[in-house]
């Protein structure tokens, strides 16, 4: 793995129904045979580059002092993550494609759903034992259609996080 390069083949985005990894929002932990199931769409070939974004960001802070406060400390409080999926959109909306699979499931808001990145392997391998993605659970808001004179129709789904994260997790099992 560290002569693994992070380029474009290995880099992948999915997007989990909820019900397929039912332990992620109380346990934080998932198997493989939930991350392989049919519940949990490979999107990475729809989404552009330069527009998407997956990011852990500042923690919420505390920074209330008490009377026995050493200096000016600040307790982290929860955790924030970024996500931000642009997708390609399809000429044809009925076609069988990867793209009109990105625009149905990104174009409905208030649809809960759970984000996965996964470096280090092709977008296409199976998920395995010692793979390292992360996670964030997200619900879906009203998508922005991105529209410009000779370009790609693309549309934006910022999604809105619900606080479960699990970042730079290592599959056990």
């Known amino acids: 793995m560290a002569l693994d390069r992070l380029v474009r083949a290995n880099v992948g985005y999915y997007i989990a129904l909820p019900e397929a990894l039912p332990t992620f929002g109380t346990t ?4 493989t045979t939930q991350l392989n199931s049919d519940l949990v769409y490979d999107v990475t070939c729809a989404l552009t580059e ?8 500042d923690s919420e802070t505390d920074d209330e002092l008490t009377f026995c406060s050493v200096g000016n400390e600040v307790t982290p409080t929860t955790r924030n993550a970024t996500a931000v ?3 390609l959109r399809d000429a044809s909306k009925s076609a ?6 990105a625009r149905d499931l990104m174009s409905y808001p208030d649809v ?15 998920f395995a034992v010692g793979d390292q993605v992360s ?6 808001d009203l998508p922005v259609d991105v529209i410009a004179d000779g370009a790609n129709v693309k549309g934006t789904q910022n999604w809105v ?3 479960d994260i699990n970042w730079n997790y290592t599959v056990a099992a």
Do not use: H, Q
Not at 28 to 31: A, E, L, R
């Open 85 to 87: 999926f642009t997708f």
């Open 50 to 57: 330069a527009d998407t974004s997956f990011s852990l960001d």
């Open 135 to 140: 996670m964030i659970g997200v619900s879906s």
């Open 161 to 163: 996080s619900n606080g």
């Open 96 to 101: 069988d494609t990867v793209f009109n699979l």
């Open 28 to 31: 934080g932990v998932v198997t």
């Open 112 to 126: 809960n759903y759970v984000l996965i990145e996964r470096l280090f392997k092709p977008n296409t391998a199976a």
